[in-house]
């Protein structure tokens, strides 16, 4: 299924136009984030250029199969000034944990100081079928990558750094970091994982967490703080935040579409979130529909408005605008914003400058 945004008309905005907008509309810490699938290389390093110029405050680049995504941010740091940059994410098997801290310590002197490490865990699926690892002890790895790279920035030897999967010799980083700390944002579902950011990271970034029960995360959150002696709000809330604004019914159909896609064709992950959450008896009808190709087409129609609104802002641009500030106010401290996948660049631009002011 295609995930296309169609590009409304109340979003279009002439190059002339945007080459006129004011630079640093973004006041709060917005970030956006490309899309994984339908990847054009070319059309997010300029989206990510006009991002830097419209005052957002992170850009990100997801790491599936397909691009490697250092590469790629070096490229943006390149021809960025002062946005920052962020894995969004990659996983913590694919790479060895000292791997890991080298590359972002060497994009951190490259970008000046700019870069968020994103982490997450990936699937087994992926991790065993696509880069040949073994999927074991997925939260042990996350915290042990975790403590590897702040033993290195810090200059510490790595027998110091506390791993637990792994023994290590007294290596050093052979260079000064930029910063001995570089923020790392976490990506998880699970209360356990969730518990561990309180104690060991920067970020919490939720992936289609209803916006209304953020404060269970946060609650986990501070739970892992008290454990570390850390203060909770030290620790960001930082969202991926799907924004679909057109008006009309248009906004719901794609909304709708997007939901069932995430919950029927990508693994048991948000089909076993969202039932937590209360919508067991929703989640099993749009599964059982999207996994039979006879009735594919039919999933969207079992996503309820309820859930359009909890797992997205869908409507005109100035609704998602005031929607974003709305819900900031109820935990949503750093929304990451899709970048819609399939859309040319007039519409992708349009796109950015319309909710900048977000």
Request: some cysteine; charged content about 25%; hydrophobic content about 40%.
């Amino acid at each position: 299924m295609p995930l296309t945004l169609p590009l409304a008309p109340s979003l279009f905005l002439t190059y002339k136009t945007l080459q006129g907008a004011n630079p640093m509309l973004a006041k709060q810490p917005t970030g956006l984030l490309a899309f994984w699938r339908d990847y054009d290389r070319k059309t997010y390093v300029k989206a990510a250029v006009l991002a830097d110029r419209l005052g957002y405050d992170s850009f990100w680049l997801p790491e599936v199969w397909g691009y490697e995504v250092f590469s790629l941010l070096t490229e943006i740091a390149l021809k960025t000034k002062r946005i920052k940059i962020g894995t969004g994410i990659i996983n913590v098997f694919s790479r060895s944990p000292a791997l890991i801290a080298m590359q972002a310590a060497t994009i951190d002197e490259i970008s000046g100081g700019r870069l968020i490490l994103g982490l997450g865990t990936s699937g087994k699926n992926v991790i065993e079928g696509l880069h040949g690892r073994d999927f074991e002890k997925p939260l042990t790895q996350t915290r042990d990558v975790i403590r590897i790279v702040r033993a290195l920035l810090d200059g510490r030897p790595l027998n110091e750094a506390d791993a637990k999967l792994r023994q290590y010799r007294p290596f050093t980083l052979d260079f000064e970091p930029v910063r001995r700390r570089i923020p790392i944002y976490v990506a998880a579902l699970k209360q356990k994982s969730i518990t561990s950011i309180g104690e060991m990271a920067d970020g919490w970034m939720p992936i289609f967490w209803p916006y209304n029960r953020l404060g269970d995360g946060r609650e986990w959150i501070a739970e892992g703080a008290a454990k570390a002696g850390r203060n909770p709000s030290d620790i960001a809330t930082a969202p991926f935040t799907t924004v679909i604004p057109i008006p009309g019914k248009g906004a719901s159909s794609k909304a709708r579409e997007i939901i069932s896609f995430y919950i029927g064709g990508m693994g048991d992950y948000y089909k076993e979130l969202l039932s937590g959450f209360g919508y067991a008896d929703e989640c099993n009808e749009i599964e059982r529909l999207y996994r039979d190709k006879a009735t594919r087409k039919m999933a969207p129609d079992a996503v309820t408005d309820d859930m359009i609104e909890a797992l997205t802002i869908s409507g005109d641009p100035l609704y998602c605008r005031r929607e974003i500030a709305r819900r900031r106010e109820l935990g949503m401290e750093q929304p990451i914003i899709n970048l819609p996948p399939g859309m040319p660049w007039p519409g992708m631009a349009a796109f950015i400058t319309a909710l900048a002011r977000a």
